[in-house]
């Protein structure tokens, strides 16, 4: 026999083989090895993939010996699965897949296996796409995965063009098509809303949030709405959506509500779907819940809470105060309750998040010290030292990395600002920022009958000034011409309280000659958004606000504009990443964070004409040059 690859026994010779320079013998037992190494190439290699394969012959493409029932690789799939050997699992499911008859159990194989492959960290498809270039079937799926974790109209596009490139892949035939009617299958919600009674009027803004997000939404949408005001009426109407085999649950509202359809589920798993509460959870409650999607299902069913108020507000003020280098301000709050616990949590939270800039400032002064130290003991003649007034733009390490992001800066995208990092927050810290402590001043008032001129007063020790003046008064046995001197220790004020109140509160800044920013919170968008009224008493005040409140938008007040939210949730709430957020929302930017729903409000200020507009960015490098002065412009 002569070989035909002379070349391959160079390799295990040390040199390259020709025919007739051998003895007989000799020449005799190598053509014998290479006739058993040439078989043996031909035969089925043993069931012993690894990782560790060459990249360049794809493991799931190989043929099995030794595994010969569809329980074996079912066994051997979950055994890789749960070793996390990526390619042994693509490759055992791909020979359950061909042990498969039925065209139902080869999807449901083809949906496991991607199901799988979505659940891994992005940094974990990415890792696994660089180490295996070369492995076709495994870029295949890591390519679908992270397709199916873009946006709705980027899936449908991509899908598109996913299976013209891997048309060839076995999952192709079945798991494709139906990703792709999955994705233009009308969706059925179930909504549940107190339509009559004490809540209805809020009930009715929200339905009509829904609608015309129906209206335009992809893909379609139907809804088939509940009346949850009576209690009673509950187990029926759950009975109903589950025979209209509804896809998810928006609501209730009511707390009770809420845990009356939980506990009924408890009773009757069979009729429970994903739910979107617009309302807390039970305390007991997880949001992984215990309910699974069928009984053979190890899959919890998800249901998460929705709510109306911005539970971070306090904080998002507060770094917007500590943005534009505030360091001591003063907080006038209505004594209602909703009001005066809103006040507080900005206070504490303006008190922690300066403690910890001036911690981090500390920490990076320390190491900028160190730093020095050891380039000059290395006779470094030029070492970039960091001090506090250069510190590293680029320290993606900062826990406060994400603090230093203006809540003005963060309403626009990367392609708007032109970089997908901010500046570090120390950069926007005075230098005397370790020096000065920060001071919050709290002062209310009562809801009615309030005399606010004298609420202001308190705040801004009006009655000490008072008192000098009698002071002098006495002492000088004649009449004096008195204008009250406000405190000087402040940097900005904030107001919290209704917009009725504050349209009143800011005519008094000029009684008493205050030039000082004003701040306030989300009381202060207009309600309704449209028709829009201009408040030209409130120009110069600052204050987060939804996104629709701008006027640009088809919810008209704040609970459409919840409504329109709150099933873009349901409808889209699978794409949402840790790590990211929808921003083409009607109240804010809106990720899922700590088993809640987080929403960033927008930065927006009344004009001198009343109109709402877009905050400007607190400038970053100026610095206040003494108290009751600040880097933003003044009212």
């Not at 035909?4 to 007739?20: A, D, E, I, V």
């Not at 100026?622 to 009751?628: C, K, L, R, S, V």
């Amino acid at each position: 026999m002569t070989p035909s690859h002379p070349s391959f026994l160079f390799h295990l010779t040390g040199r390259r083989f020709q025919p007739g320079r051998l003895p007989g013998l000799a020449a005799a037992l190598l053509t014998a090895l290479l006739t058993a190494l040439l078989l043996t190439a031909c035969s089925p290699t043993p069931p012993t993939p690894s990782d560790t394969e060459s990249p360049a012959d794809d493991p799931a493409d190989e043929p099995l010996r030794g595994l010969s029932t569809l329980e074996t690789y079912q066994r051997a799939a979950s055994q890789a699965k749960n070793n996390q050997a990526w390619l042994k699992y693509l490759r055992y499911q791909k020979a359950v897949w061909q042990n498969q008859e039925e065209t139902e159990k080869r999807l449901e194989t083809a949906q496991a296996t991607l199901s799988t492959l979505e659940a891994l960290p992005e940094t974990t498809r990415n890792a696994l796409a660089d180490k295996h270039p070369e492995a076709e079937s495994l870029q295949a799926w890591l390519a679908l995965a992270d397709l199916r974790q873009g946006s709705g109209s980027l899936h449908r596009l991509g899908l598109q063009d996913f299976s013209l490139f891997y048309s060839d892949q076995w999952f192709a035939p079945q798991l494709l098509p139906y990703l792709q009617e999955q994705l233009e299958r009308p969706r059925h919600y179930a909504v549940f809303l107190p339509l009559s009674g004490d809540y209805q009027s809020v009930a009715e803004q929200i339905r009509n949030g829904l609608l015309k997000y129906q209206f335009q939404a992809e893909p379609p949408i139907r809804l088939r709405f509940y009346n949850t005001s009576d209690r009673q009426a509950l187990p029926s109407q759950l009975q109903a959506a589950s025979e209209q085999n509804v896809d998810a649950i928006l609501g209730p509202v009511q707390s009770d509500r809420i845990e009356a359809v939980l506990s009924h589920w408890q009773q009757h798993p069979e009729l429970a779907r994903p739910l979107l509460a617009l309302n807390e959870l039970p305390v007991e409650w997880p949001t992984d819940s215990p309910l699974a999607d069928s009984d053979d299902s190890e899959v919890p069913l998800a249901i998460k809470p929705f709510l109306f108020p911005t539970k971070s507000e306090a904080q998002q003020v507060a770094k917007r105060l500590l943005s534009a280098q505030h360091r001591r301000i003063g907080i006038l709050t209505n004594a209602e309750n909703r009001y005066a616990q809103k006040a507080s949590a900005i206070a504490g939270a303006f008190k922690v998040q300066a403690r910890q800039n001036v911690e981090a400032l500390q920490a990076e002064r320390r190491e900028a010290s160190v730093s020095a130290e050891t380039h000059t003991s290395q006779g470094s003649t030029e070492a970039e030292v960091r001090t506090s007034s250069e510190p590293s733009a680029e320290n993606l390490d900062s826990p406060y990395l994400d603090l230093t992001e203006t809540v003005a800066a963060n309403d626009r995208t990367p392609a708007e600002t032109g970089s997908h990092h901010s500046p570090n927050l120390l950069s926007n810290l005075s230098a005397d920022a370790t020096e000065t402590p920060a001071k919050t001043v709290l002062r209310t008032f009562p809801e009615r009958n309030p005399n606010l001129r004298e609420a202001l007063g308190a705040l801004i020790n009006e009655t000490e000034s008072q008192a000098r003046k009698n002071n002098l008064r006495w002492l000088l046995k004649q009449p004096i011409d008195f204008t009250p001197r406000p405190r000087q220790d402040l940097d900005a004020i904030v107001l919290v309280t209704h917009r009725t109140q504050l349209a009143v509160f800011l005519p008094q800044f000029d009684f008493f000659d205050l030039t000082l920013p004003v701040y306030s919170t989300s009381e202060a968008m207009p309600s309704p958004f449209q028709p829009f009224e201009p408040a030209p008493d409130l120009a110069g005040m600052r204050f987060p606000a939804m996104t629709a409140a701008f006027g640009q938008h088809d919810a008209h007040t704040a609970f459409e504009a919840y409504g329109w939210d709150a099933l873009t949730l349901l409808h889209h709430g699978d794409w949402l990443q840790p790590d990211r957020c929808f921003h083409q929302t009607a109240t804010g930017r809106i990720g899922w964070d700590n088993d809640h729903y987080q929403r960033h409000l927008r930065w927006a200020s009344y004009d001198a004409s009343g109109l709402i507009q877009p905050a400007q960015t607190p400038a970053a490098s100026a610095t206040p040059d003494q108290p009751g002065q600040s880097s933003e412009e003044t009212r």
